[in-house]
C-alpha cells in the first residue's frame, strides 16, 4: 500500500510539473510534407511569437480530412494547438483569439496559401479570410 501511495505522488508531482511547462510556452505540433518549404517559414514564425513548436513530415491531405478540413478549405499544412488544429498560414492574432474565447470548433484554417500571409512571401493582396471548422459548413472567424 504505501508503495502505491508513493507512486501516486510521484506520478501527481510529474502530471503537475508537466501541465506548470506547458503553461510557459503553448505547444503547437505541426504536420506538413516534406517538400514544403513555407512551413518551415510557418514553424519559424510560430517559434518567433512564443510557441514550442515541433514539426513532423507526413502525407498532409488524409491528416486534414481527419481533422475535419474539406479539400477546398485546406491550407498547406496542419497544426495541433491546445487542442485545436490550424491550418495553414494563419496569423498568431487568430490563434490567441481562438485560444482566448475557446469555441466548441475543431479548429480554424487559412486555405491556400495566400500571399503576405505569415510565411509566405509576397505583398498581401487582400485580408486573410480564416475559417472555423468541425461545426457543420466551415463559417468565417476571422478577417484579417
Ligand atoms: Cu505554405
Same mark, same amino acid.
Given at each position: 500500500?504505501?508503495?502505491?501511495?508513493?507512486?501516486?505522488?510521484?506520478?501527481?508531482?510529474?502530471?503537475?510539473?508537466?501541465? /506548470?511547462?506547458?503553461?510557459?510556452?503553448?505547444?503547437? /505540433?505541426?504536420?506538413?510534407?516534406?517538400?514544403? #518549404?513555407?512551413? +518551415?517559414?510557418?514553424? #519559424?514564425?510560430?517559434?518567433?511569437? #512564443?510557441?514550442?513548436?515541433? %514539426?513532423?513530415?507526413?502525407?498532409? @491531405?488524409?491528416?486534414?480530412?481527419?481533422?475535419?478540413?474539406?479539400?477546398?478549405?485546406?491550407?498547406?499544412?496542419?497544426?495541433? =494547438? +491546445?487542442?485545436? %488544429? %490550424?491550418?495553414?498560414? %494563419?496569423?498568431?492574432? @487568430? =490563434?490567441?483569439?481562438?485560444?482566448?474565447?475557446?469555441?466548441?470548433?475543431?479548429? =480554424?484554417?487559412?486555405? &491556400?496559401?495566400?500571399? &503576405?500571409?505569415?510565411?509566405?512571401?509576397?505583398?498581401?493582396?487582400?485580408?486573410?479570410? =480564416?475559417?472555423?471548422?468541425?461545426?457543420?459548413?466551415?463559417?468565417?472567424?476571422?478577417?484579417?
Amino acid at each position: 500500500m504505501n508503495w502505491l501511495i508513493r507512486l501516486l505522488t510521484v506520478w501527481t508531482a510529474l502530471t503537475m510539473s508537466t501541465e /506548470l511547462r506547458a503553461g510557459e510556452a503553448t505547444e503547437a /505540433l505541426i504536420y506538413k510534407t516534406p517538400q514544403c #518549404g513555407c512551413c +518551415d517559414e510557418y514553424a #519559424g514564425y510560430l517559434r518567433q511569437n #512564443g510557441f514550442k513548436v515541433t %514539426v513532423r513530415e507526413t502525407q498532409l @491531405a488524409p491528416m486534414s480530412r481527419k481533422a475535419g478540413i474539406p479539400e477546398k478549405f485546406e491550407g498547406c499544412h496542419l497544426a495541433h =494547438i +491546445d487542442g485545436y %488544429v %490550424v491550418s495553414g498560414h %494563419v496569423p498568431v492574432a @487568430a =490563434i490567441r483569439k481562438l485560444l482566448q474565447e475557446r469555441p466548441a470548433i475543431g479548429g =480554424i484554417t487559412l486555405p &491556400g496559401m495566400p500571399l &503576405g500571409s505569415p510565411g509566405m512571401g509576397g505583398a498581401k493582396q487582400e485580408p486573410f479570410k =480564416i475559417y472555423e471548422i468541425g461545426r457543420g459548413k466551415p463559417k468565417l472567424f476571422l478577417a484579417e
